[in-house]
């Protein structure tokens, strides 16, 4: 923790505040806890963005050992449909975000030293609500970037076009049709089962095709 930030914890009653940074493919979003104008590292957090409106939202941080990655909830307040629309968009998605802690100095009114960061991911969900009174709320979940290695790689296949789509132009499944065995690539096989290549004539169909290359 930075030296300054911990000296200003270390007073009876320090002054507060929570930021969270989102950077979006075409926009960055700076957002305080409250109703305030701070400058961060250079950069300028308000509480009440002209594009996306304010924080709604930022659910219990923890720190725990298990066995999957840890996520945080952040909701907003959207000023308008058409906010609430754009923050939903499927492109949202994997953008990175930062909550931070940090304290500031109430008479001059500048962050006090480097805020601390409390937790760094990266959009995975959007969730939209809408109360009684019509009161939208948009809610992501944010998981951490080691979310990444818990993937399986589900969509791989012992394909042209799959094999293609990574190697482009390399011919080596151009006549693979099928295989006599289950393929588990990048997983696991089932309890029992033991992962084998490709069928014979598969095999040799690709390096007949390999040959004709050279």
């Keep these: 923790m930075d030296a300054a930030l911990k000296a200003a914890l270390a007073q009876p009653a320090p002054t507060l505040f929570g930021a969270i940074k989102i950077e979006f493919p075409d ?39 298990d066995d999957s990655a840890p996520e945080v909830t952040i909701g907003l307040f959207p000023p308008d449909l058409s906010a609430t629309a754009e923050l939903a968009h499927p492109e949202m998605q994997g953008s990175i975000v930062t909550v931070m802690v940090g304290a500031v100095d109430t008479l001059s009114g500048a ?39 818990f993937e399986t790689e589900e969509g791989q296949r012992a394909s042209n076009g799959f094999h293609q789509s990574i190697y482009p132009g390399e011919l080596g499944l151009e006549f693979m049709t099928g295989t006599d065995v289950n393929l588990y690539w990048g997983v696991k096989p089932p309890a029992g089962q033991t992962a084998r290549g490709w069928s014979a004539a598969g095999a040799a169909i690709a390096a007949g095709n390999a040959v004709q290359r050279r």
Excluded: W
């Excluded at 305030?36 to 930022?58: H, K, R, W």
């Excluded at 962050?111 to 939208?136: H, N, Q, Y």
């Excluded at 948009?138 to 990444?148: A, D, G, I, W």
């Design 27 to 65: 926009y960055t979003l700076r957002l305080l806890d409250g109703s305030a104008q701070l400058q961060i590292g250079g950069e300028i957090y308000v509480g009440m963005d002209p594009t996306f409106g304010t924080l709604a939202s930022i659910s219990e941080l923890s720190e725990e050992l």
């Design 111 to 149: 962050v006090i030293g480097t805020p601390e960061i409390l937790f760094l991911g990266e959009i995975d969900v959007p969730t939209i609500e809408v109360d009684g009174e019509g009161k939208r709320t948009l809610s992501y979940t944010v998981v951490s970037v080691f979310e990444r290695l």
